[in-house]
């Protein structure tokens, strides 16, 4: 028998699931593996996405388990943006995302200016240059010219935002090290995480791994939402099929306001039972709640709001959730935090929910409705 769900319980299920309603995270690696993996091109929004999911937030936590720990790695994964992500589970999410070989495309390689060849000659040189070693990106580029012997690579790799490299990101051959004089330096995952295993595991178990895991914090879903949040609608359907049918056993088909979707067996339960949520939250740019879901999921994102959160340049704006829907958004600046709602969000919860943040940020706001 097919359940039957409403949106408001699944985004209900999400908000607890995602440890946003109650904030009951135990620190950033279990964080990060309950959200599947946390967005990390801005460091500070996902540091106060890991707060403001915390049952404890402690400062610095973040680094601490990045740099120190290492139980967390930051690396290009994820429509090729850097996220953070569970040290553990790295070597699968480079099995599944490794086989996708976006690098291979000739229009990704006319695109940033390179040939087939010189992808090759980056590939085969940076983990030799890198090998035992946390080299800034300018070190790195000096290091792959003399271990390629390839210089007209310098101009390719030294422009653009470093997309030369997510291809060894993805191959699990490159992380990010710690800063150096407040410059980003890379590493190799096997010189920097303990239990690096000697090969990947195949395509087929780290895609089942990573299915698992999304469905985990932005179940019930569609093979196109998955594959958007993936790469953007552009990993192979054959590949995502397989991984859905190699899945099977463990999941279970649902409707959700009558559209037909797949969530873990584990959690249809929990998602049957589930009540509409009433909470006020404020979450930080590039949250993982927002970016798990297509820009086009009305229950979630309405139409009125959207110019606002998706901005240009791939910008997502912070946001005011009020019942699992995206009510408005909210900037901090100039010792005022700003909201601008497109729905009726009532005022208690969300001076509430506005005061936590400032404490998170560590500072006083005075709250401003416009």
């Not at 390839?150 to 030294?158: E, K």
């Amino acid at each position: 028998m097919t359940i039957r769900l409403t949106w408001a319980q699944v985004l209900a299920w999400r908000l607890e699931r995602q440890l946003v309603e109650p904030a009951a995270g135990s620190g950033p690696v279990m964080i990060a593996r309950r959200l599947c993996g946390v967005q990390a091109q801005v460091a500070s929004s996902a540091e106060l996405a890991m707060a403001v999911r915390s049952a404890d937030p402690r400062p610095g936590a973040v680094d601490e388990a990045l740099w120190e720990e290492r139980g967390l790695v930051k690396t290009w994964l994820m429509r090729g943006t850097l996220h953070l992500i569970p040290a553990d589970e790295l070597p699968a999410y480079c099995a599944a995302l490794g086989a996708l070989r976006f690098w291979e495309r000739g229009a990704w390689q006319r695109g940033h200016g390179v040939t087939a060849a010189d992808v090759e000659a980056i590939i085969g040189a940076v983990p030799e240059a890198l090998k035992g070693r946390c080299l800034t990106r300018e070190e790195l580029v000096e290091a792959v010219i003399e271990v390629s012997g390839v210089a007209h690579l310098r101009q390719a790799l030294s422009s653009g935002w470093g997309a030369l490299l997510k291809p060894l990101s993805f191959l699990g051959e490159l992380c990010y090290g710690p800063p150096r004089d407040g410059r980003v330096t890379f590493a190799r995952p096997a010189d920097r995480l303990a239990g690096w295993p000697g090969a990947l595991p195949s395509t087929e178990e780290g895609g089942r791994a990573l299915l698992r895991a999304f469905l985990g914090a932005h179940g019930p879903a569609t093979p196109e939402m998955f594959d958007t949040w993936l790469m953007r609608g552009a990993a192979r359907k054959a590949a995502l099929r397989g991984w859905f049918r190699d899945l099977g056993p463990e999941l279970a088909e649902v409707e959700v306001d009558g559209a037909p979707m797949t969530a873990l067996a584990e959690h249809v339960d929990a998602l049957a039972v589930a009540r509409p949520s009433e909470g006020v939250h404020l979450l930080p740019g590039f949250d993982q709640y927002v970016l798990g879901a297509p820009r086009d999921l009305e229950a979630l994102l309405p139409a009125a709001v959207r110019p606002k959160v998706s901005r240009a340049a791939g910008w997502i704006s912070p946001v005011v959730v009020h019942r699992g829907r995206v009510a408005g958004v909210w900037e901090a600046k100039d010792g005022r935090l700003a909201v601008e709602l497109a729905e009726p969000v009532p005022g208690a919860p969300l001076k509430a929910a506005a005061e936590r943040i400032a404490a998170l940020l560590g500072r006083p706001a005075e709250l401003v409705i416009g």
